[in-house]
């Protein structure tokens, strides 16, 4: 069966006017780098969201109104944690057909104006009914959030510089988390509820801008070649990487655009069948591998640690403005983490090499952490203990930042096929929230119960975790998206991106034995 391709007339408009993309040079780079960083806004309300209950379980106005007179309440607590990763939960399955259906761009701005509800909600919660309702919102909004935007990141990135990139939303991440700590510090110099309800009206400005940055984005390229728009998807790849020569651009549009029809044919893309696929034994080990590194993400510790941190530092003698005060320093960590990350890591050092030096680094860390706790444990006199724990927990999340805040988002999602990527990416995200519902709701049991013992599980998961990103996981490093697959035994409907030939109308031969790819102007 011929595929019959339309890259040679990439720099023609639907007017067979050439278009001259070395007029517009350097300005891609950049216009790539903007977009990118107004969809890693969702990064951004990632953090804030996620951060900002950490701060609001430490103030005593908060636990006082929603508790009553006891000021403590196990199970609610861990319901308030929990419930909001049950709605990021439901919010991988929205996104796995609306990603598909409606685009990725305007999942990202539904997704931004349901975080402003929930975030209004809990603003003005009378009740514990209603910020929990609040938490499950904010929660579905994140989950669709995490599940769409590395996808429509990696999808506008050039293949040499996807992780740096994608990364971005690693950054914004971090900048999430450390603003909602310092937001959460500053509330507790206001007066009685508004220590907590203005900290979480913050939730609403980066959710608000956004869901209005979505209408200045272009749909992804890959996205409007799937669905036929084939003039508007060269005129976005123009854009994103116009400071390229003619022929790597025409060459991007190739791959893309017959890789995509290569993956339809003979096949049925209904979601419910996509998702079917997901399981089959052509694509499960892609699956089970995205599944797992979200999943190693959180039982690395990294969200027990970020949640409850104002449990841990009043088990240590810090409470009050105090213990808000650490947490403040301590979002710093996670963005000096990311900094270096994008400085010395990304796309620098191997993917696989990076996550099991991670896995290594976090082990000693929690290992220390523990063996601190269980020698300086509750009430202790001397403060260089409870000190030096405390110094640990700051590496630990610097390290966390340098090796798995962005790492963990890049590597999913470049491992699916079009036609499966946001689905299996929503996936992976459905089965992270389902693991930190788990630890919401045993973490409060598990710290009042076994103490400093509880560090242990995350030990025994990280160095499982990376023993098997050492022996198992691919290298995707510098590979364009449609390549990754070849690694995973797919065909390759073009020869890999810099040999492809788009010069008249000459018939390209896919590797393999494959079928005969006709190049012909429009």
């Not at 001259?20 to 806004?41: D, F």
């Not at 799937?226 to 549009?253: C, M």
């Not at 088990?315 to 990350?341: H, P």
Request: with cysteine; proline share 3%.
């Amino acid at each position: 069966m011929n595929i019959k391709s339309q890259s040679c007339s990439l720099f023609e408009d639907s007017n067979h006017q050439r278009i001259y993309p070395s007029l517009l040079n350097n300005k891609m780079n950049a216009y790539t780098l903007l977009i990118a960083l107004v969809v890693a806004l969702g990064g951004f309300v990632f953090g804030v969201d996620s951060g900002i209950i950490a701060t609001t379980l430490g103030h005593k106005t908060f636990a006082l109104y929603m508790y009553g007179p006891s000021a403590k309440n196990a199970s609610l607590t861990g319901a308030i944690v929990s419930v909001y990763n049950a709605g990021q939960a439901l919010g991988t399955f929205v996104t796995g057909y609306s990603a598909d259906k409606f685009s990725r761009k305007w999942t990202i701005c539904a997704a931004g104006i349901i975080a402003t509800f929930g975030a209004a909600l809990q603003t003005a919660a009378q009740n514990v009914g209603m910020m929990i309702a609040g938490r499950f919102f904010a929660g579905l909004a994140c989950g669709m959030i995490l599940s769409v935007v590395p996808v429509y990141i990696a999808e506008v990135s050039p293949p040499k510089n996807r992780g740096i990139i994608v990364g971005l939303q690693g950054m914004m991440i971090s900048i999430g988390f450390m603003v909602a700590n310092w937001v959460g510090y500053a509330g507790g110099f206001a007066s009685g509820n508004s220590q907590w309800r203005i900290p979480l009206a913050m939730q609403m400005p980066g959710a608000i801008l956004l869901s209005i940055g979505c209408f200045f984005i272009p749909y992804t390229p890959r996205w409007l070649v799937g669905k036929e728009r084939y003039d508007e998807a060269k005129a976005v790849i123009i854009r994103l990487h116009g400071d390229k020569n003619d022929v790597f651009l025409a060459q991007e549009f190739t791959q893309i655009h017959d890789q995509i029809l290569l993956e339809r044919e003979g096949r049925n893309t209904n979601v419910f069948v996509s998702i079917q696929s997901l399981f089959s034994r052509r694509y499960f080990r892609r699956t089970a591998t995205a599944c797992f590194i979200l999943m190693m993400g959180q039982l690395s510790g990294s969200t027990v640690i970020q949640n409850y941190q104002s449990i841990f530092y009043a088990s240590v003698g810090y409470t009050g403005r105090t213990a808000l005060l650490i947490s403040g320093i301590y979002g710093f960590m996670g963005v000096f983490g990311q900094i270096a990350y994008l400085c010395f890591v990304a796309d620098k050092w191997l993917r696989t090499r990076t996550l099991w030096i991670g896995s290594a680094f976090l082990c000693v860390m929690i290992s220390i952490i523990m063996a601190l706790s269980a020698e300086f444990h509750s009430g202790t006199k001397d403060p260089s203990g409870p000190r030096a724990a405390i110094a640990f927990i700051f590496i630990y999340s610097f390290g966390y930042a340098v090796f798995f805040n962005a790492m963990v988002w890049v590597v999913p999602v470049e491992l699916f096929p079009f036609f499966l990527r946001s689905k299996g990416l929503g996936l992976a995200v459905f089965c992270k929230a389902v693991v930190a519902i788990v630890l919401a709701q045993i973490t409060p049991i598990a710290i009042q119960h076994v103490g400093w013992k509880y560090y242990s599980l995350f030990i025994a998961s990280n160095f499982a975790a990376g023993l098997i990103y050492y022996f198992f996981l691919p290298e995707t490093k510098g590979k364009s998206l449609e390549e990754i697959a070849e690694l995973f035994g797919d065909a390759l409907a073009t020869e890999h991106l810099e040999d492809i030939n788009t010069s008249g109308n000459e018939e390209l031969k896919a590797q393999g034995g494959a079928k005969h790819l006709e190049l012909v102007k429009v």
